[in-house]
């Protein structure tokens, strides 16, 4: 709760001169009752609240994935495996379209540079193009020569690739970023299930393997195997926050954290009888109009329990479970928190980051590194930075700045004149109604 209070206190310290209110949510799929629900967190009585349970029609039966659409991070995309098709819900809890797709969509990834989305249709062993901006599937692209056809499937906006892997099967696949073609693919470990990258720093590319449990750590650009790491019994959901990778254990019960800072592990034991399959991650980001959700927190899914249908709230630094919350419907199979997107980034269509075009460089940096913004008009600023865990560690900048380029220098120093270690923070700016930031690694 102490990191939650420190994490509001952020927000209120960079909103202070917001002119909207602030929202944050999610929303949890329940596969065997063919719903999802939208949680959020209630400022009032500092808890998390639950709609009641969305239908998912026809389209949406079986939930088996759900991911947040990158900006403006106000629709939740969810593959109905059994159904067919994809379902979108709006942040009011609304279905707004229904789209057809081959058989048994199990995965979804987007890229909002050219507004397409890829769903893998396990038993279509195909991919399906869907226009992002009709909603309507557009193309398809064959996945040959594997015993299961397509699963998880994920999109990195650095290196503009789209990665999948085969179920039950051994297979990576290096994907155009237009879903046209397979760019390469690489036979290893033995039930490769699901990936993440990190958007902002994407060195490396995490797979779980349930038949090896291990985590494999691969180079996005080669595809070739850096390391592994020993993990849980049947490792099932996988998601980053550089430089942390949390990996869900459905057999073990249990959660893995990986620090790929000094590829140390720490296991965090769930309560008796949990089954965790998702996970999703919140880092605590902000985009325009101060859309902000909670940060350093894994949301992870525990599906199909003897004791309600769970859904846990994991402090993604010391590992300590903040909330085990019970989501309606059961079998809590499927998270989506937060879109994976760079702030700021290649991708033209998030508005605070392309109106401020925020950079920070040298990243990473030692000693100093420059904060550089456009402003189109007289606007007052408050620049600052923050540690992961949402504590303030220098502010740089309050004041009211004319338009045009401005460079403010960080020599790595805090609030008290002390050096701060080595790690990774968050430099966020609020420029009249815009909030957005970037993260920024400091080497000593």
């Given amino acids: 709760m102490q990191r939650l209070i ?9 909103t202070c001169c917001a002119t909207t209110s602030l929202a944050y949510w999610g929303l949890a799929g329940s596969s065997t009752s063919d719903s999802a629900s ?14 009641d349970p969305i239908n998912l029609g026809q389209y949406g039966n079986y939930p088996y994935d759900a991911v947040k659409r990158p900006y403006p991070g106000d629709e939740v995309w969810i593959p109905g495996a059994s159904g067919d098709g994809v379902v979108v819900i709006d942040n009011s809890g609304t279905i707004t379209h229904e789209i057809p797709t081959n ?13 397409i989305a890829l769903v893998s249709c396990r038993d279509g062993d195909n991919l399906d193009i869907i226009d992002t901006i009709t909603y309507a599937v557009i193309g398809s692209l064959a996945i040959p020569g594997t015993s299961h056809g397509p699963g998880n499937i994920i999109y990195d906006p650095q290196g ?3 990665y999948l892997v085969s179920w039950y099967d051994n297979v990576l696949f290096q994907i155009s970023d237009d879903g046209a073609s397979i760019v390469n693919q690489r036979d290893l470990g033995n039930n490769l299930w699901q990936l993440a990258i990190d958007p902002n720093f994407a060195e490396h590319l995490f797979i779980t393997d349930r038949g090896t449990d291990q985590v494999r750590m691969i180079d996005p650009v080669t595809l070739d195997e850096i390391r592994t790491f020993d993990v849980g019994d049947d490792p099932w959901g996988i998601d980053i926050d550089d430089p942390v990778v949390v990996v869900t254990c459905e057999d073990s019960e249990d959660v893995y954290l990986i620090n790929i800072d000094d590829m140390t592990t720490q296991q965090v034991d769930l309560p008796a009888g949990s089954d965790p399959r998702d996970v999703s991650i919140a880092t605590g980001w902000a ?23 769970p859904l846990y709230v994991i402090d993604l630094y010391t590992g300590s479970i903040l909330y085990e919350l019970d989501v309606p419907g059961t079998n809590t199979n499927v998270v989506a928190v937060e879109a994976q997107w760079m702030l700021p980034s290649g991708i033209e269509d998030l508005p605070a980051a392309k109106v401020l ?7 990473p940096f030692n000693p100093q590194t420059q904060v550089k913004f456009q402003l189109e008009k007289p606007t007052p600023v408050r620049l600052c930075v923050f540690d992961v865990s949402g504590n303030l560690v220098r502010t740089l900048l309050v004041d009211n700045l004319e338009s045009g380029e401005h460079v403010i220098s960080w020599d790595g120093l805090d609030q008290a004149g ?3 270690s080595s790690g990774t923070y968050l430099v966020m700016i609020q420029a009249g109604g815009l909030l957005t930031g970037q993260k920024v690694a400091l080497v000593r």
Avoid at 298 to 309: C, F, H, I, L, Q
């Fill in 38 to 51: 939208i949680f959020s967190w209630d400022t009032d009585s500092e808890s998390f609240v639950f709609s």
């Fill in 160 to 162: 503009r690739y789209f």
């Fill in 357 to 363: 075009n925020l950079v920070v460089s040298p990243n």
């Fill in 103 to 115: 058989e048994y969509p199990v995965s979804i990834a987007f890229n909002p540079r050219i507004n």
């Fill in 418 to 420: 002390r050096h701060s």
């Fill in 6 to 14: 420190r994490f509001c206190t952020l927000i209120a310290i960079l």
């Fill in 287 to 309: 985009s325009v109009g101060g859309r902000v959700l909670l940060g350093s927190s894994a949301y992870v899914t525990g599906g199909v329990t003897g004791s309600g249908n």
